[in-house]
């Protein structure tokens, strides 16, 4: 049976990033991040519930036991978040993508036209893209001669050799899609569209299953990044990205950057 809730603790105890609690700790070590010990330690938690809880032989825990756990793991809110929703996972009667949804298509290609000429586009829980204008289709160099159903935002970050050559933080950008993969997908990590583009993915990529095994969870919100033109010159842009929750859409919007 999958064991999600323990996975992302493990996973998240053994990065590398994650520090001993106590000065003495950090003396020589075999191990990266944390011991079961020393996270259950740091909850407030003993360390047999926390072994039961990375086994999978425990999976509710209590939002004070969440709330411990973020804090000893050094948690983002989205990670934390994350947790919460794997606490509960259940999959939704309403998960299916929405390319082939005519109505809710044309409603998104009406939102992402009316801010051109800044790029835009629409993208579903598995970052296909349903809706762009010819500005935010133009940011992934060939996607205008792909079909609907293959334009893939995160496949095309990790698999087209395009992609680094186009965006400058090319790997910040990535490693984000692939977090975000995975905190759009947390109700169902199981659901067989995800497990099918995750394979596809691992095949084409080993930087993509490093990542994907780590865990990783950040939902796409603003930055500022770089582009390189048509023309090869670098310009600046700001994205922002505006959740649609009922749809399970988010849309993109590119401005120029301040």
């Known amino acids: 049976m999958p064991n999600e809730l323990g996975d992302f603790l493990r996973a998240r105890r053994t990065d590398a990033a994650l520090q001993p609690p106590v000065p003495g700790g950090a003396g020589r070590r075999r191990i990266s991040g944390l011991r079961r010990e020393e996270v259950a330690s740091a909850a407030g938690i003993s360390v047999d519930y926390f072994i039961r809880l990375e086994?999978?032989?425990?999976?509710?825990?209590?939002?004070?036991?969440?709330?411990?756990?973020?804090?000893?793991?050094?948690?983002?809110?989205?990670?934390?978040?994350?947790?919460?929703?794997?606490?509960?996972?259940?999959?939704?009667?309403?998960?299916?993508?929405?390319?082939?949804?005519?109505?809710?298509?044309?409603?998104?290609?009406?939102?992402?036209?009316?801010?051109?000429?800044?790029?835009?586009?629409?993208?579903?829980?598995?970052?296909?893209?349903?809706?762009?204008?010819?500005?935010?289709?133009?940011?992934?160099?060939?996607?205008?001669?792909?079909?609907?159903?293959?334009?893939?935002?995160?496949?095309?970050?990790?698999?087209?050799?395009?992609?680094?050559?186009?965006?400058?933080?090319?790997?910040?950008?990535?490693?984000?899609?692939?977090?975000?993969?995975?905190?759009a997908n947390a109700d169902d990590l199981q659901d067989p569209e995800l497990q099918a583009l995750v394979t596809d993915l691992s095949r084409q990529s080993s930087l993509f299953t490093d990542w994907w095994s780590e865990h990783i969870v950040q939902r796409r919100r603003a930055s500022i990044t770089h582009i390189r033109t048509s023309t090869g010159d670098v310009v600046a842009r700001r994205y922002e990205v505006l959740h649609l929750p009922d749809e399970a859409l988010r849309m993109t919007i590119w401005l120029p950057g301040g």
């Not at 919460?84 to 298509?105: I, K, M, Q, V």
């Open 55 to 183: 086994q999978g032989r425990e999976k509710h825990p209590s939002d004070t036991v969440i709330d411990a756990l973020a804090r000893a793991l050094s948690l983002t809110s989205d990670a934390k978040e994350h947790l919460y929703r794997l606490r509960g996972a259940a999959p939704s009667a309403e998960r299916g993508t929405h390319t082939d949804d005519g109505a809710l298509s044309a409603r998104m290609t009406a939102l992402v036209e009316a801010v051109s000429p800044n790029a835009a586009y629409v993208l579903d829980r598995l970052s296909n893209m349903i809706a762009a204008n010819a500005e935010g289709l133009a940011l992934y160099e060939g996607f205008a001669e792909l079909t609907p159903q293959q334009r893939n935002t995160c496949r095309y970050l990790m698999t087209d050799s395009r992609a680094p050559q186009n965006f400058i933080e090319w790997e910040e950008l990535a490693r984000g899609a692939v977090a975000h993969l995975r905190a």
